[in-house]
Nanobody, 114 residues
């Protein structure tokens, strides 16, 4: 059974940081291009970042470039999203997913508020 389990969300003040993790199982994580997406309240799903199988290539949406960093540890079957300089508009449910969208986790809530 394929599982993607996000963790690390929470309530943070503006300007703060969070590190999300996504534990993968049930498929060959190391050969899968992965991505992070988010969905804010009343908004459509927004693509954030993508990472190649070995982590050598990363691509970011303009809205998070320079603030967020996607990474992976294939020895641990885990995907990460380091989020810095967080803003209220970053408030959303964050999901990890295979790049083709065939698998997606249940999400972790991130709330940015003072």
């Amino acid at each position: 059974e394929v599982q993607l389990a996000e963790s690390g969300g929470g309530l943070v003040q503006p300007g703060g940081s969070l590190r999300l993790a996504c534990a993968a199982s049930g498929f060959t994580f190391s050969t899968s291009v992965m991505k992070w997406v988010r969905q804010g309240p009343g908004k459509e799903v927004e693509w954030l970042a993508r990472i190649s199988t070995f982590g050598s290539t990363t691509v970011y949406a303009d809205s998070v470039k320079g603030r967020f960093t996607i990474s992976r540890d294939n020895t641990k079957n885990t995907l990460y999203l380091q989020m810095n300089s967080l803003k209220p508009e970053d408030t959303a449910m964050y999901y990890c997913s295979t790049a083709d969208g065939s698998y997606r986790g249940q999400g972790t809530q991130v709330t940015i508020s003072s």
